[in-house]
């Protein structure tokens, strides 16, 4: 009857909507201390202004980034005994909240997918008192359905048997049978199932630590870790899947008590339950682990994601890249960087630093291919040597020198610097270290050298948008 006071009826509501949606993204993100880059909070932003009906739905499922739990309390160290006893890696990370380095014993990388499940198999099948399984994937494969058989036979035998498995990855791995474990009296826990909690702002973050501890409570403690999830292409693949390369290790000592804290910290989260502080006990001067001489071997655990305070792995690797010396080696299925991490290493390459990156020619990712091409170029600019293996590479590792090597679950892209829960170590003695670079060389003896082509304006304005809309938001 009135179409012009109709129009202007729905345009005096739709910008109502869009400034509620923009005041309530800026609200949410001050009272939940969202620190954003600010290229992705421009985005969001913009999002918001041109479609507000689909990006406040999208915020509200996706946008939080950080949940921070309350920061654990650092052991009472004076910054004497640090500056005499710790290198800088440790320094750093004990600065960012992270445990004092702890000792350990029997550290074995392992050479291959075959090793690595040898290795794992040792762990299950050793326990006698406990056994915790975080991973982001158990495969519907057949290495899927033997973790499943294994973890159930320990729980029947009395052992206490606790999985805690990332919701999305429940998904991702092709949703296995994983009744048998219920049967068994297996706990199984699902990490913000993506169902459940969608106006929480947690869907978007993702726990992709992956570890075993056996035993943590008793002296036979020991702890299996590293990149590799529970399915068959991640160790020995299978008549369909061909086997990745990729990384991983166990170890015995005290430091396997920091990797059951961190567990127990997430299965508290996961649960609903009130999650304490992981607790730094497990240190090299504190709690119950038995007094070490300086001789002996020490690593740290080194947590990064929504519950840690600061994005620790990020800054612990822009601190390496500005204070290597030497060399620089990096290894990860996927390389997309921030500004940030970028401009360090560009510029440690820039000083002389050899910065050697190894990447899958092709990764399962087909989107991260694409947007890793302009991060590749500059560092390429800059004297870095891009390597690109014919296979699968699937390992996370950083060589800094002769001083650290740090190894676990973190990528070189956004979503495990900024969004996931990661988990990596930092190993600083000399043969560890070297065990670490020999490996590298050894993958990078098998790629060869890649020399990015510099791309027309169509080519570069399409690397631009992927990365915008891809790895923004």
């Known amino acids: 009857m009135f179409p012009g006071l109709t129009t202007a009826y729905w345009l005096t509501l739709h910008g109502l909507v869009t400034i509620l949606a923009v005041l309530f993204y800026v609200i949410t993100s001050q009272l939940l201390q969202q620190r954003r880059h600010p290229s992705a909070a421009i985005a969001w932003v913009l999002f918001i202004l041109l479609m507000p009906y689909l990006a406040l739905p999208a915020f509200l499922t996706f946008g939080s980034r950080k949940q921070v739990r309350p920061r654990a309390t650092t052991p009472l160290i ?18 960012l909240g992270q445990p004092e380095a702890a000792p350990y014993e029997t550290l074995h990388l392992h050479a291959d997918g075959s090793a690595a499940l040898d290795a794992l198999w040792q762990v299950i099948d050793g326990a006698m008192h406990s056994i915790e399984v975080c991973t982001f994937i158990v495969g519907d494969d057949l290495l899927g359905r033997q973790v499943v058989e294994r973890l159930a036979s320990k729980a029947r035998a009395g052992v206490r048997v606790r999985l805690l498995l990332d919701g999305m990855g429940r998904w991702m791995g092709g949703r296995p049978d994983l009744k048998p474990l219920a049967a068994a009296g297996v706990e199984l826990t699902l990490f913000v199932p993506p169902m459940h909690s969608p106006l929480k702002g947690r869907t978007n973050l993702r726990n992709h630590r992956k570890l075993v501890v056996a035993d943590a409570a008793h002296e036979s403690r020991r702890l299996w870790c590293g990149g590799r999830n529970l399915a068959c292409e991640y160790f020995e693949g299978s008549a369909d899947k061909q086997a990745w390369h990729d990384l991983s290790f166990d170890l015995r000592g005290a430091l396997v008590l920091q990797a059951a804290s961190l567990f127990e910290h997430d299965w508290a989260f996961a649960n609903g339950l009130k999650a304490a502080p992981a607790t730094h006990a497990a240190s090299g001067r504190a709690g119950s ?85 302009r991060a590749l170029r500059s560092l390429s600019d800059a004297g870095g040597r891009v390597w690109l293996t014919p296979y699968m590479l699937h390992a996370k590792l950083a060589v800094i020198d002769d001083v650290v090597a740090y190894t676990g679950t973190a990528n070189l892209d956004s979503r495990s610097l900024f969004l996931n829960y990661e988990l990596m170590f930092a190993f600083e003695d000399g043969d560890a270290v070297a065990a670490c670079a020999a490996w590298f060389e050894k993958e990078r003896s098998l790629a060869a050298r890649h020399l990015p ?19 923004q938001l």
């Open 78 to 95: 004076g910054a004497a005994t640090l500056a005499s006893e710790s290198s800088w890696p440790e320094r750093t990370a004990v600065a």
């Open 289 to 373: 682990a038995a007094p070490f001489a300086p001789s002996m071997r020490r690593a740290q655990l080194v947590a990064s994601g929504p519950d840690q305070v600061d994005d620790t792995v990020h800054a612990l690797l822009i601190t390496a890249a500005y204070r290597a010396g030497h060399r620089l080696q990096l290894a990860s299925p996927y390389f997309v960087p921030d500004s940030a991490l970028l401009t360090a290493l560009c510029l440690a390459a820039r000083r002389g630093v050899e910065v050697d990156l190894l990447l899958p020619r092709r990764s399962n990712h087909r989107l991260s291919d694409l947007a890793r091409r």
């Open 453 to 471: 082509l510099r791309p027309g304006l169509w080519g570069d304005l399409a690397d631009g948008l992927v990365l915008w809309l891809g790895f």
